[in-house]
Each structure stands twice: as structure tokens, then as C-alpha cells.
């Protein structure tokens, strides 16, 4: 149709929040995309440090490699308030960190990707762009059903149906584990790339960034961290000669 909006399949939309997963889609997304737009969500998280490292890590991105510069377009932050309102969780109230009998930890906000993945694809549809990535990952996750690969197919048909679209939802993480999300950041950046993402991306659970750890900062002990340690160790394990 003449009048289709949508700019082609040169652009891409990133959902990045400034944690290890994001920093290594958004890498990913440079490299394959002309053009590049990023997403974060605002949403009375306890600890807004996530969102403070979104703008280090992009000027990291740009500094490090200027073609990733060239295709690195604006910055976007949607607030989702209301996401508070629905969860009871230790992610936005002052609760331990701790794991429910369905074995979810008590972080979950039931559908927080597919509202994330929703609103997403309405600023997509208004900046004309094609792709929206996200590191949605059933591989090594916490359990959260609206990362599984199956409810991100079924959500890019609901999206492509209720928008009158042809969006394309990429998850590059979806079957890999933590020990190689390292090492696609080292295949798209170098130890440079990896250096950056250690430095700057952040993942705890309690927003601890006080002690400094081979793998980044954190508590060292939240589930998040533990996966982000155990997964750094295997990747240098994997890297030794
Ligand atoms: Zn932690």
C-alpha cells in the first residue's frame, strides 16, 4: 500500500532498561539495523539505577565504535505507573526479595512484557519503525511465562492484528545463556564491548552498587546478581586458553 508509514526494514527499536541483557541486544541492534531507537520503561521501580546507566551505556555504544554512532537515533521514556499499582513485589516496595509457591520470584509483575512489548510497538507504529528488540530469554531466566518464545510469537501476531502491521519482534537472547550473552557481546564488540557492559549495565535486584565484583557491581547475593556472576564465570572459563 502507498500509504504504509512504515520506513522499511532499516530501523529497529530497542526495549532497553541499562541491564547486561538490553546493553547486549542494543549492541546487537547496531550492528544489523541503520537505524537504531531505544525504549525505557519507568514504571516506581525501588531502585532507578537501571535507568541511570541507559545514558552511559549509549554514549559508551557511540564512543567505541562511531559506525554504531552514525545509526544510534533518539532515546525514548514511557512512564508506566500504573504497572506499580498491580504489583506486589519487592521491585516497587520496600519487601525482601524472595520466591512465590508458583517458584516466580516475588519480582514478577504478571504480563510486564507483554504491556512493555505492547507499548513498544504503539511508539513503533508512530516513528515508523519495523523491529523491536528485546532480551526476553527462556534459556536461563527466573521463570517469567511472558518471556518464553512461544507467548513473544503469539504476542507478534496479536500486535500485527490489532495495528494492521507487520512488526518484527527479535529476541537474540531467547536461547542462549548468561556465559554466552557474554560472548555474543564479545562477538559484536570485542572485550572492549564486555568491558563497557561489566562497567556500566546493571542488573541487581536491590540496587546495590556500592561493591564492585569482576562481573560488575552488585550485592553479590539477589538472584539477579548470582545469575550475572555465575554466568560471567562460565564465559571466562570459556575464554581462558
Ligand atoms: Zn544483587
Known amino acids: 500500500m502507498?500509504?504504509?508509514?512504515?520506513?522499511?526494514?532499516?530501523a529497529a527499536l530497542v526495549l532497553f532498561s541499562g541491564g547486561q541483557d538490553s546493553a547486549t541486544c542494543l549492541a546487537w541492534a547496531l550492528d544489523r539495523f541503520a537505524r537504531v531507537e531505544t525504549l525505557g520503561f519507568d514504571y516506581g521501580?525501588?531502585?532507578?539505577?537501571?535507568?541511570?546507566?541507559?545514558?552511559?551505556?549509549?554514549a559508551g555504544l557511540v564512543a567505541r565504535e562511531p559506525a554504531w554512532g552514525r545509526r544510534l537515533g533518539e532515546d525514548h521514556t514511557l512512564a508506566l505507573d500504573a504497572l506499580s499499582a498491580v504489583s506486589d513485589t519487592?521491585?516497587?516496595?520496600?519487601?525482601?526479595?524472595?520466591f512465590e509457591a508458583s517458584g516466580l520470584p516475588n519480582t514478577f509483575v504478571p504480563g510486564r512484557n507483554i504491556v512493555f512489548l505492547t507499548f513498544a510497538a504503539a511508539l513503533a507504529y508512530r516513528r515508523g519503525i519495523r523491529h523491536i528488540v528485546g532480551?526476553?530469554?527462556?534459556t536461563d531466566y527466573s521463570g517469567y511465562p511472558d518471556c518464553r518464545d512461544?507467548?513473544?510469537?503469539?504476542?507478534?501476531?496479536?500486535?500485527?492484528?490489532?495495528?494492521?502491521?507487520?512488526?518484527?519482534?527479535?529476541?537474540?537472547?531467547?536461547?542462549i545463556d548468561k556465559a554466552q550473552t557474554w560472548g555474543l557481546a564479545q562477538s559484536l564488540g570485542g572485550r572492549a564491548l564486555v568491558d563497557l557492559i561489566v562497567e556500566d549495565s546493571h542488573t541487581c535486584y536491590l540496587g546495590e552498587r556500592g561493591?564492585?565484583?569482576?562481573?560488575?557491581?552488585?550485592?553479590?547475593?539477589?538472584?539477579?546478581?548470582?545469575?550475572?556472576a555465575e554466568g560471567y564465570a562460565r564465559f571466562m572459563a570459556s575464554e581462558a586458553p
Request: hydrophobic share 35%; net charge neutral.
Open 90 to 98: 519487592a521491585l516497587t516496595r520496600e519487601s525482601e526479595i524472595g
Open 135 to 138: 532480551g526476553m530469554c527462556e
Open 150 to 175: 512461544d507467548a513473544i510469537k503469539a504476542l507478534q501476531v496479536a500486535l500485527n492484528l490489532g495495528m494492521e502491521r507487520r512488526f518484527v519482534l527479535h529476541t537474540p537472547l531467547m536461547w
Open 211 to 228: 561493591q564492585r565484583h569482576e562481573w560488575g557491581y552488585g550485592c553479590g547475593t539477589c538472584p539477579a546478581c548470582r545469575l550475572r
Open 45 to 58: 521501580q525501588r531502585h532507578r539505577i537501571e535507568l541511570d546507566c541507559r545514558q552511559t551505556l549509549r
Open 2 to 10: 502507498a500509504t504504509d508509514p512504515i520506513a522499511g526494514d532499516d
